[in-house]
């Protein structure tokens, strides 16, 4: 003879203890419901050590999960200031940015001082300035933003400075009356570490690089001026 066992269903309370701990697993493991805080939810998004679409699209990983930008994201559908402005302050605030530009602590602390402003807009031709003191040569500066100025917004055909002054990183000073030579301004940020003249003399482009050692970033070895 077979014996059926009689089992009570579970009291009010027994389920509501049975919640909380459903709820405290799913939260903790990471599958909380989709009304859990914004907190929760950035981290179920892909994860990526990068800052925002300006380095994720100078290291390629647009087309990859570790971006959640996408190549969709990268056209803007307007040609006006507004969008050039804003992918300049995607750049000037990129993690390479910081590298580059005055706005950023680590530069400023080393005399890095440079920034841009957008001139003009007329029909597809910017015309930016370069502001202030910058460690890299001001060309390559203007080239990382035409370069990626045209990524973003393919219409531009021309982004060009005000003047040719803009990408002189040195300029002469001449008597006003004579036009004699005075002396001849270094408007570069000071080599604060002696790196920028040691890439020099061994024949390597210092603006490959930038001005702080990989070591900065985690990894790498610095250079040791002799």
Request: net charge negative.
């Amino acid at each position: 003879m077979v014996r059926r066992l009689s089992i009570p269903p579970p009291s009010a309370v027994q389920l509501a203890a049975f919640l909380l701990l459903f709820c405290s697993i799913s939260s903790s493991s990471g599958f909380a419901p989709s009304s859990s805080s914004s907190a929760s939810q950035l981290l179920l998004r892909p994860s990526t050590k990068l800052n925002n679409i300006y380095d994720d699209w100078s290291t390629d990983l647009l087309s990859t999960a570790s971006s959640p930008y996408t190549y969709d994201d990268l056209i803007l559908p307007f040609c006006d200031e507004e969008a050039v402005e804003q992918c300049l302050e995607e750049l000037m605030d990129s993690d390479y940015g910081q590298t580059m530009f005055g706005r950023h602590d680590m530069a400023a602390n080393v005399g890095i001082t440079g920034t841009f402003e957008l001139i003009s807009l007329e029909g597809p031709e910017a015309t930016l300035s370069l502001i202030g003191k910058f460690w890299h040569r001001r060309e390559t500066v203007l080239g990382k933003a035409a370069m990626y100025l045209n990524a973003r917004i393919p219409e531009l055909t021309s982004i060009t400075v005000a003047s040719k002054e803009d990408l002189q990183d040195f300029e002469e000073v001449t008597d006003e009356f004579t036009g004699e030579v005075l002396y001849v301004e270094d408007k570069r940020s000071p080599d604060f570490n002696g790196d920028r003249e040691t890439m020099e003399y061994q024949g390597l482009d210092p603006d490959a690089r930038g001005p702080f050692p990989p070591s900065v970033f985690g990894s790498g070895v610095k250079i040791i001026p002799t």
